[in-house]
């Protein structure tokens, strides 16, 4: 069955699960995942999970992400973005210079108030759910860390390119809002382009056209990824014997070396697991290969 990392350049209008679904017909493969959800009017960068390899995924949803962004000053919508409806329409009178002394506020560790059109649940029902039903409940700010926050070119009549690398949970929508908050003119999101993800960037993106074009020529699964490139930044260790049989059935092993993450293979180089090592002990903190039948 097929098992890796497929990155998708995500087309606007598709949700990221639209995108899973695809995949599974294609692929022939039920287990499909994705790392870190996109709004369907965003594009760019989803990694998605196949097979034995979507036990990743909970790694990969916490990592660094970068986007690029439009930031229109002046209006502000029930969404945050230019899908939703107009709330209010103001001058905008600031310069560039304005916004960029503003966006020194939203650097570093600070504090968001996430929006209604999420998938955050409140008391068991999703955020968006209740916006659409005209309710609004109250929503406690939670921390991000906003790595890096470039302002780019000037794109339109009061609309800016932003480059932003930020921690898992940043709504960029929010992010936009609230500069023009803070500049008193209000703003939204125009656009937005996901750039990085899970350490995967839109050079190793394939289309979904690309996927289909493949899956017709039978060599779909070439577009896959190893599993084990996630886990690239952890040195690799071999084993064999009493340890590898050990590490199949799930317990721990005696390891020479340092204190630490390490992929962990066989002697053929088949990827076994994400092991941590303490002590002189490995224990197995996430197994990839596939149990035997």
Known sequence: MPTGIIIIDKPRDWTSMDVCGKLRRLLGERRVGHAGTLDPMATGV???????????????????????????????????????????????????????????RFRGDILQVPPMYSALKVNGQKLYELARKGKTVDRKPRPITVYELE??????????????????????????????????????????RRTMAAGFDLAQAVTIDKVIAAAENGTAESLL??????????????????????????????????????????????FLMLGERTGGVMRTVKSFFEPEA
Do not use: H
């Not at 989803?46 to 036990?55: D, E, I, K, N, W």
């Not at 992400?65 to 930031?71: H, P």
């Not at 945050?80 to 020194?104: F, M, N, W």
């Open 151 to 192: 302002l780019g070119e000037q794109i339109g009549e009061n609309e800016y390119a932003l480059r932003v690398k930020c921690s898992k949970g940043t709504y960029i929508r929010t992010l936009c809002q609230d500069i023009g908050t803070a500049l008193g003119c209000g703003g939204c999101m125009s656009s937005l």
């Open 225 to 270: 990824l190893p599993v084990d490139q996630y886990f690239r930044r952890y040195p690799e260790i071999s084993i064999s014997g009493e340890s590898e049989r050990r590490c199949r059935n799930g317990n721990d092993f005696r390891s020479k070396g340092a204190d630490g993450l390490y992929r962990v293979y066989n002697a053929d180089g088949a």
């Open 46 to 104: 989803l990694p998605v999970f196949v097979g034995r390899a979507t036990r990743a995924v909970e790694f990969a949803e916490t990592g660094e992400k970068e986007y690029l962004a439009g930031l229109r000053l002046g209006l502000s919508t029930d969404t945050q973005d230019i899908t939703g409806a107009l709330l209010e329409k103001r001058p905008v009178t600031c310069s560039r210079s304005d916004v960029e002394t503003v966006l020194e």
